[in-house]
């Protein structure tokens, strides 16, 4: 259809030209008016319900919808919603949430969470945290709410946010329990496009644990140094988050023939490999022989070789503290000198 002023079409809406005065748009733009003005003549129309229909479809009272007067009340719909304050959908409640520190125990906090439409003010492990002047509510384990609460996840959500809040668990995140709690909640509601929500507080606060404990694991593949124990190697590391499980791969691989420990002091816990089986068992203490006399001439064997291989003129304390950061050094052995 041409404009009968000019007869040319609108080349961006391939219709005829918003002209002022061509009379062809005068009346549609007049007829969308009065459709905007004209009130709803049926008692159940599909956008008072809360469910709009699409343009040109039937209502629940199988009257056909028109499409502009369709297209106005699903706006007016819209605004509507937007206009009326959003409530929470599970209202902050001061109220301390405590647990066994397990994986299966914050499942069941989910739970209780879930079922009880209440947000706690915080969610503790026994034995940490303060005396508060909140209620406590002790959340028991059970095997049955975890696993609900656990595949519920991967159907619900994706298999990328489950893995996310297992590795966010082990990682050394400010009450991680909480923030994890706000991103299930959140996850439930939008589905698996909530990991691409990164500029959301609530999934980017998770994505930025989970790279800083991948960042540390992937460090400590090469800054660990085992040393010999009469046919055990044994090595001690202090990272910040979790990183044993993601360390094993790696040293069962590469050591598949050997015996070794790994102990992490900071979370008094150890890696065992034997007989090619691999375990992670808690140790309180993890006291060290004295290393015999062959071990003591391969470390300095090992300190020789690293002074060697410096070049003094190239020297730069300050770049290598950027990619050998000064908290592992007390672990490695031909760094632990220079904290003397």
């Not at 002023?5 to 609108?10: A, I, Q, S």
């Not at 397990?102 to 906090?109: I, K, L, N, R, T």
């Not at 993601?246 to 050591?255: G, M």
């Not at 375990?279 to 070789?305: C, D, G, H, N, T």
Request: glycine share 4%; hydrophobic share 35%.
């Amino acid at each position: 259809m041409k404009c009968p002023r000019d007869d040319l079409r609108c080349s961006k809406y391939n219709t005829v030209r918003h002209c002022p005065g061509c009379p062809l748009w005068q009346g549609i733009k007049e007829a969308r008016q009065r459709n905007l003005r004209e009130p709803a003549r049926q008692s159940a129309q599909p956008w008072q319900t809360g469910y709009p229909e699409r343009e040109g479809q039937a209502g629940q009272s199988g009257v056909s919808v028109q499409p502009h007067a369709a297209k106005a009340a699903q706006t007016s719909f819209s605004a509507q919603r937007q206009a009326q304050p959003s409530s929470p959908p599970y209202a902050q409640t001061p109220v301390a949430y405590t647990y066994d520190g397990s994986m299966a125990g914050f499942f069941c906090c989910v739970f209780e969470s879930v079922v009880l439409r209440e947000l706690p003010s915080v969610i503790l492990p026994y034995g940490q945290g303060q005396p508060m002047l909140i209620q406590t509510k002790e959340i028991l384990s059970d095997p049955d709410k975890s696993r609900r609460v656990r595949d519920s996840i991967p159907v619900r959500i994706s298999e990328e946010a489950l893995d996310l809040i297992e590795t966010v668990f082990l990682s050394c995140l400010e009450q991680k329990e909480l923030r994890m709690l706000k991103f299930l909640l959140l996850a439930y509601r939008e589905g698996a496009k909530v990991l691409r929500m990164l500029g959301h507080p609530d999934v980017a606060t998770l994505l930025d644990a989970e790279k800083h404990l991948m960042k540390e694991a992937h460090l400590l593949k090469g800054f660990v140094r085992f040393s010999d124990y009469d046919g055990v190697l044994a090595a001690h590391i202090s990272p910040k988050n979790f990183v044993l499980p993601f360390l094993a791969n790696h040293f069962c691989e590469r050591f598949a023939e050997e015996e070794f420990i790994l102990y992490d002091k900071v979370h008094k816990a150890a890696l065992l490999y034997q007989n090619h089986r691999r375990s992670i068992v808690r140790l309180e203490e993890m006291p060290f022989p004295q290393a015999a006399a062959v071990e003591e001439r391969y470390r300095a064997l090992w300190k020789q070789f690293y002074q060697s291989i410096t070049i003094e003129a190239r020297n730069n304390p300050r770049c290598r503290m950027t990619h050998m950061p000064k908290r592992y050094w007390e672990n490695m052995t031909e760094m632990a000198e220079f904290l003397e």
